[in-house]
């Protein structure tokens, strides 16, 4: 089924305390933009180095820079818990980089929305974890590890809300542009530190390298523009994706967050407003808590 945002935006009462985001890549900052467009405050939460390959469409990339902007919405590291609060006050997104469960209990958050995609490596958390919980991508399982699942595949069923069991298993083809796939992606030869010889936005031609690993290089097979690139000292394995070259070569697209992630966010919005109809009229126990946690 398509997700599409409620008619009801504007009538809606506000979700308080905010929705913690777990990673503020591409796909968690077009979540974040989502909810925010319906008026509800998020906090993110990633690494001091984030994992993320279109960095400049990711929210995350404050907690390198300090802030970061992304369609309008201002995201800004915040230092300390206590940042937490007046980053929120003051209207943007704050990134946190620590425990996300210490800024969960801090901001008494009922709403958990896991976006890092690492639902089969690292599918950590249970429906007791909060009021609810929305897992993005394969791995996760509805009732398992969390209250509803978003199909995160590209196709006709991108964006589906699953109230039960889990999404499409992974295929590990990369979206097509121009009729390349798998052509696009740069991945590691060999473990170890990752060392940036091109940055985002940088035009390569086939052979050239991109970045090194242990001084093994990573070179690109196609010729266009570097659209993603995992940050200078990150640490990755074998085989992983690092980055991908867009054959478009159109420098526009570093700052426009894709379709998928607006799609998928807007799902994330559909997902909330389905899972708290279902708590107003259910007797369970987190009902309780979500009512009390939106009132």
């Known amino acids: ?59 995350a990339y404050a907690a390198v820079k300090g802030q970061w902007q992304v369609a309008g919405v201002q995201a800004r590291l915040a ?13 943007h997104v704050p990134v946190w980089t620590g425990s996300w469960r210490a800024a969960a209990a801090h901001l008494k958050v009922a709403t958990l929305v896991d976006a890092r995609m690492r639902g089969l490596s690292d599918a950590d958390l249970r429906p007791a974890d909060a009021a609810m919980i929305i897992g993005l991508g394969p ?19 991108l964006g589906q809300v699953l109230l039960r069991g889990q999404a499409s298993a992974h295929t590990g083809i990369p ?40 001084d093994s290089p990573i070179a690109a097979t196609i010729g266009g523009l570097v659209r993603g690139l995992k940050l200078d000292g990150v640490l990755v394995g074998v085989g992983h994706k690092v980055g991908d070259i867009d054959p478009r070569a159109d420098a526009r697209l570093l700052a426009e967050p894709t ?5 998928v966010g807007r799902a994330v919005v559909e997902a909330i407003d389905t899972l708290r109809a279902r708590q107003r009229t259910e007797s369970d ?6 009512s009390n946690a939106c009132t």
């Open 259 to 263: 379709d998928k992630a607006h799609r």
């Open 139 to 157: 791995g996760w399982r509805a009732g398992q590890h969390c209250h509803a699942v978003i199909e995160t595949s590209r196709g006709a069923t």
């Open 79 to 91: 230092p300390d818990l206590g940042a937490l609060d007046s980053i929120l006050a003051a209207g």
């Open 1 to 59: 089924m398509e997700s599409r945002l409620s008619d009801q935006s504007t009538t809606t009462p506000p979700l308080t305390p905010p929705v913690l985001v777990r990673g503020g890549g591409d796909l968690g900052t077009g979540v974040t933009l989502a909810l925010r467009d319906r008026g509800w405050p998020v906090v993110i939460v990633d690494q001091p180095l984030p994992g993320a390959l279109r960095l400049h469409v990711a929210l």
């Open 285 to 290: 126990p987190n009902a309780v808590a979500w």
């Open 175 to 214: 979206g097509s542009v121009m009729n390349l796939t798998h052509e696009r992606i740069l991945r590691t030869p060999v473990a170890g530190v990752l060392r940036r010889v091109c940055e985002l936005g940088d035009l390569v031609r086939p052979g050239q390298t991109v970045a090194t690993v242990s």
